[in-house]
């Protein structure tokens, strides 16, 4: 028979055993919510690095506003999903326009709602920074939570509803912020995917799934797309590549790189290999081939995503 979810089990657990993670030091939601937007899609061991980098060059909203978005970018050069960085300095621009602009006067707000009319904050976002910068009574729903729900209540594939249930029905509000990280760090170190540490779980005497855990939930069934692209990668004689910055769409957008098309003219280009990249749902090919410019930039003053760098390593043979 199993029991009731105990909360202050987990919140006992979570108290003694989080990571020691850099944003959990802050009460900053400006800083918070940066940790948020990197965490959407970059690994936590990752985006330490990155949220560091940015929260010291880029302490406040105004910080970023004030600056080109080639300079997040550039920031940002690596961790991938690079449409984010994107959003999050129109971000803070709009935070920094006056409020009779749309804006908030420089100032980020606190309620979940206001955070959602900003660019880049879904539901889970503007849920996380309200309730763990600002303690608002909110819960989140991410991956994590999805699989704990889907776990203790033994659902195969939990409903977008079915969850937001659960996770409001299971909500401490009098401290929304730690709980709602208590669940996520539990489906992030505990009740994992593929092994779940049901022995060292705290709420496991309320989990009706877990003599069969990794049965919830039904695992999705991911498309995975093949891109398959040319590369024009041309050097000038003092050995700097040519590159180009992409337009505002695509996979790519706003970073430089060597020209890349899904054909290009290969007359008088010698062809020197193919470089793959994986992304979450796709898989790019791109084919390389080397030829000669007149003006090359140097790679280390523009952002260049990993495979613009991939492509110029096998240009360079490293
Ligand atoms: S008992 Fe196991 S399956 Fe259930 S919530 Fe805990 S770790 Fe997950």
Redesign the pocket.
């Known amino acids: 028979m199993v029991s009731k979810l105990s909360q202050s089990a987990l919140l006992a657990w979570y108290a003694e055993t989080k990571r020691d993670l850099p944003w959990r030091h802050t009460s900053d939601g400006w800083k918070i919510l940066l940790s948020e937007i990197l965490l959407q899609q970059t690994q936590v061991s990752r985006g330490i690095g990155y949220w560091l980098k940015l929260v010291e060059r880029f302490p406040t909203p105004q910080s970023m506003a004030e600056a080109e978005v080639d300079e997040v970018l550039l920031l940002w050069q690596g961790a991938g999903y690079y449409s984010r960085a994107r959003r999050l300095h129109a971000l803070a621009r709009q935070v920094c326009l006056p409020s009779s602009e749309g804006g908030f006067d420089g100032v980020l707000p606190t309620a979940s709602v206001q955070l959602l009319q900003l660019p880049g904050v879904g539901p889970y976002t503007a849920s996380a920074v309200a309730s763990i910068a600002y303690g608002e009574p909110v819960a989140c729903v991410d991956g994590n939570i999805r699989?704990?729900m889907a776990?203790?209540t033994k659902s195969v594939n939990p409903s977008v509803k079915e969850v937001d249930h659960w996770a409001e029905k299971h909500l401490f509000k009098p401290d929304a912020g730690d709980w709602n990280q208590a669940v996520m760090e539990?489906g992030a170190t505990?009740?994992t995917p593929k092994r779940?540490?049901?022995d060292d779980?705290p709420?496991?005497s309320s989990?009706s799934?877990?003599h069969e855990?990794t049965s919830y939930p039904e695992a999705k069934k991911v498309k995975r797309k093949r891109l398959d692209l040319m590369c024009e990668l041309r050097y000038d004689s003092s050995g700097l590549p040519q590159l180009v910055q992409r337009g505002e769409n695509g996979i790519l957008a706003g970073l430089w790189g060597p020209r890349m098309a899904e054909h290009i003219e290969i007359e008088s280009l010698e062809f020197i290999g193919e470089v793959k990249h994986v992304l979450s749902h796709r898989d790019i090919f791109v084919q390389v081939w080397l030829g000669h410019c007149q003006n090359g930039i140097d790679p280390e003053t523009v952002a260049l995503s990993s495979l613009d760098r991939k492509i110029l390593a096998l240009g360079t043979g490293n």
């Open positions: 699989r704990v776990r203790q539990l505990v009740c779940p540490k049901c779980c709420i496991a989990c799934g877990r855990a």
